[in-house]
C-alpha cells in the first residue's frame, strides 16, 4: 500500500491565488495596494508578479530594494511566489551596511523599481527592474499562467537583518510557515478580515511595515493604503476616505497626540478607525492617554521581534490597558525566566520580573551564517530568549518593563545596537574612543548619545560632521543626534567602558 501524498502546503495568499486561477473572478476585481495614486487590484497584482516570478524563479536568494513604493510590495510578493526569499534592503543604508548585507546574504541579484539609482556596494549585482504596468487590462490578459505548486512552508520566505548589540546586523532567516501563522494569530486577535482597509507610512525593510503591513493585508484578501512617508495628514485623510485599522510605531502616535489639540479633524478620523495599533517599541502611557482622551478610542499594543514576529497582543475585544501588551497570541507559548534563563517564574502577579522567552511556529530558524549566534539564542528545548523583561498581570496580560542589554537602543522604533555605531565612530580620524548611549526622548522613545575622545582635543570633530559619517556609512537612523566631548572615557578595573556612568553624568 502506497502512503498517501504529503497534503500540499495552503496557499500564503489566497486572494492572489483565486486571481490568478481566474481573472475574471471577483477577488481578481478587489483592491491590493494602493501607494499615492497608483494602485493595484489582485488581478493587476497577478498580472504584474508572475512574469516577476518566472525572472526570479531558481534564484538562491533575492535583494529587494525597499523603497516604499508598490515595485516593492510586486517584488517581495513575486520572489515569495517563486520560492525564492526575498532580503529587503534600507534604501537609506549606507555603504559598509549594504557591503555587510550583499556579502552575508550573497543576493543572486537586486529588484528594484524602474529608473531607482542603485549605490555602488550593489554594482556587483544584477540587477532586475519590478515592473508595475499599472494599465494592464485583466480581461485581456486572459488566464494568468499558473506559477506552480505553492513553497514548502518550511522555506524561508525573508532575511531580515536586525542589531545586535556588537559586530553588524545579523540576517534572520524567517519560514513561510511563521509569516503565515503570525498574519492569522493576528487575524484571530484583531479579528482582522478582507473587508479591512490598513494605512500606514512604515518603512518596508522590517517585519512591522513589511509582513504585518502588507502582507497582512494581502494573506486576508484585503487592502493596505501607504502613505509613502508618514505624516498625520496622511493618517486623517485615508481614515476618512474609508481605512479601517492603522499601524504605527510610537514615534507616529506621539506626534499624533502631539496634533490632536490644533487638530479636529484627525480626532474625528481616528475616531472612526476600527482598530489603531502601536508596536516595535514601548508606547508612553502619556500619549496612549492623549490619543483616549481626544479621540475615546485607545490604541492597541502588540510585541513583536524580528526573530519571533509576534508573541503577545491586546484582543480587538480585550481591554487596551495602557502600557500593557496584551496576551500571548494563539499558537505562542511565552515564560518568564529567572536571570539564570532557566528558572521559569510562575508568579502573575504585575510585579515579579523575568526575561520573555516564547516559543512556537511563529519564530525564525536562524540567523544566517551565524550558528553561534543561533544557538545562543535559543535553550536545549527550543525557547527563544528574547532579552526583553516583563512581568505579568493576574489576568495574563505581559508588561514589558525594560530590556537585559544596555547596548540595544529603540529609536524611532528601529533596534540599532551600539557597538555598531561605535565602530562607524572610530573609523572617523578625528574619533580616538568612542561609547554609545540610549537617552530618553520623548519624540524617539531613546535618542543615540555618542560620547567621544577627540583625536585632537583642539579641534574635535563637530556633532553634524559625526552625525554625517554614521549616517552615510550605517543608516541615517543610526546617527548620533548628540554629542558629548571627554578626556576620557570612564572605565572599571577591567577596562571596559562604565555605561551607566555615562548616562547618569
Ligand atoms: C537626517 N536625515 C539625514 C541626515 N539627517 N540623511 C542623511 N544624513 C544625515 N545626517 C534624513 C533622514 O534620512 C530622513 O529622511 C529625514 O532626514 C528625517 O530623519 P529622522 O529625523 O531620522 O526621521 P524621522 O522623520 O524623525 O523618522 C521618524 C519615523 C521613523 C518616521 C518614526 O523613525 C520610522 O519610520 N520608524 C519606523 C521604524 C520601524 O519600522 N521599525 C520596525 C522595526 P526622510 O524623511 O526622507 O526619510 S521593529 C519590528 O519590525 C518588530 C518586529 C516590531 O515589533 O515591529
Ligand atoms: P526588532 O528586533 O527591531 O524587531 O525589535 C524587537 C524589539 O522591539 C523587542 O525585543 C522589544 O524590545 C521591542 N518591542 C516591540 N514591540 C514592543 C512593544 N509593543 N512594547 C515594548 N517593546 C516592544
Redesign the pocket.
Known amino acids: 500500500m502506497s502512503s498517501p501524498s504529503p497534503a500540499p502546503s495552503p496557499a500564503l495568499f489566497p486572494a492572489l491565488t483565486e486571481a490568478l486561477a481566474d481573472p475574471d473572478g471577483g477577488a481578481a476585481h478587489r483592491p491590493a495596494l494602493r501607494f499615492g495614486d497608483r494602485s493595484l487590484t489582485y488581478g493587476e497584482l497577478a498580472a504584474a508578479v508572475v512574469p516577476l516570478a518566472a525572472r526570479v524563479g531558481g534564484a538562491g536568494r533575492v535583494a529587494v530594494w525597499a523603497t516604499p513604493t508598490l515595485e516593492t510590495a510586486v517584488a517581495v510578493v513575486a520572489a515569495l511566489l517563486a520560492g525564492v526569499p526575498a532580503v529587503p534592503l534600507n534604501p537609506?543604508s549606507g555603504g559598509s551596511e549594504l557591503g555587510h548585507i550583499v556579502a552575508d546574504s550573497a543576493p543572486a541579484l537586486v529588484l528594484a523599481a524602474p529608473g531607482e539609482h542603485l549605490p555602488e556596494a550593489l554594482a556587483s549585482l544584477e540587477r532586475v527592474d519590478a515592473d508595475v504596468d499599472v494599465d494592464v487590462d485583466v480581461r485581456a490578459t486572459g488566464p494568468t499562467a499558473s506559477p506552480g505548486p505553492e513553497p514548502d512552508a518550511e522555506l524561508p520566505a525573508l532575511v531580515v537583518y536586525t542589531s545586535g548589540t556588537t559586530g553588524p546586523p545579523k540576517g534572520a532567516v524567517i519560514p513561510r510557515r511563521a509569516v503565515a501563522t503570525t498574519l492569522d494569530a493576528l487575524a484571530d486577535a484583531w479579528r482582522w478580515t478582507g473587508d479591512d482597509v490598513l494605512v500606514h507610512?512604515?518603512?518596508l525593510f522590517?517585519?512591522?511595515?513589511l509582513i504585518?503591513g502588507i502582507l497582512g493585508p494581502l494573506r486576508r484578501g484585503g487592502s493596505v493604503r501607504h502613505l509613502g512617508?508618514?505624516d498625520t495628514a496622511g493618517v486623517t485623510r485615508e481614515l476618512s476616505e474609508g481605512a479601517t485599522m492603522l499601524f504605527g510605531?510610537p514615534?507616529?502616535y506621539h506626534r499624533i497626540a502631539e496634533s490632536l489639540p490644533g487638530d479636529p479633524a484627525l480626532a474625528k478620523a481616528l475616531a472612526r478607525a476600527r482598530l489603531l495599533v502601536s508596536?516595535?517599541a514601548a508606547l508612553p502611557v502619556h500619549d496612549h492617554e492623549r490619543i483616549a482622551q481626544a479621540t475615546g478610542r485607545r490604541v492597541v499594543e502588540?510585541?513583536?521581534?524580528?526573530e519571533t514576529?509576534?508573541n503577545t497582543s491586546v484582543r480587538a475585544d480585550g481591554e487596551p490597558r495602557a502600557g500593557t501588551v496584551g496576551v500571548p497570541l494563539p499558537g505562542v507559548e511565552l515564560r518568564l525566566t529567572e536571570e539564570d534563563g532557566t528558572t521559569v517564574l510562575e508568579a502573575y502577579d504585575g510585579e515579579t520580573v523575568g526575561e520573555i522567552q516564547v516559543r512556537g511556529p511563529n519564530l525564525f530558524t536562524e540567523y544566517l551564517n551565524r550558528p553561534d549566534a543561533t544557538a545562543a539564542a535559543f535553550t536545549g528545548d527550543g525557547w527563544f530568549r528574547t532579552g526583553d523583561m516583563a512581568v505579568r498581570d493576574p489576568d495574563g496580560y505581559v508588561r514589558i518593563v525594560g530590556r537585559k542589554a544596555t547596548d540595544l537602543i529603540k529609536?524611532?522604533?528601529?533596534?540599532i545596537g551600539a557597538g555598531e555605531i561605535e565602530n562607524a565612530l572610530l573609523e572617523h580620524p578625528g574619533v580616538r574612543e568612542a561609547a554609545v548611549t540610549g537617552e530618553p526622548d520623548a519624540?524617539?522613545g531613546e535618542r543615540i548619545v555618542a560620547w567621544i575622545v577627540p583625536a585632537d582635543p583642539q579641534s574635535p570633530p563637530s556633532a553634524?560632521e559625526l552625525?554625517?559619517h554614521v549616517?552615510?556609512r550605517l543608516a541615517?537612523?543610526k546617527?548620533p543626534r548628540v554629542v558629548h566631548h571627554l578626556d576620557v572615557l570612564p572605565r572599571n578595573d577591567m577596562g571596559k567602558i562604565m555605561k551607566r556612568a555615562l548616562a547618569h553624568g
Open positions: 537609506k507610512g512604515l518603512p522590517h517585519v512591522h511595515g504585518l512617508r508618514f510605531v514615534t507616529m508596536g516595535s502588540r510585541y513583536g521581534m524580528t514576529l509576534m529609536s524611532g522604533g528601529y533596534k519624540d524617539l553634524a552625525a554625517d549616517a552615510g541615517p537612523h546617527r
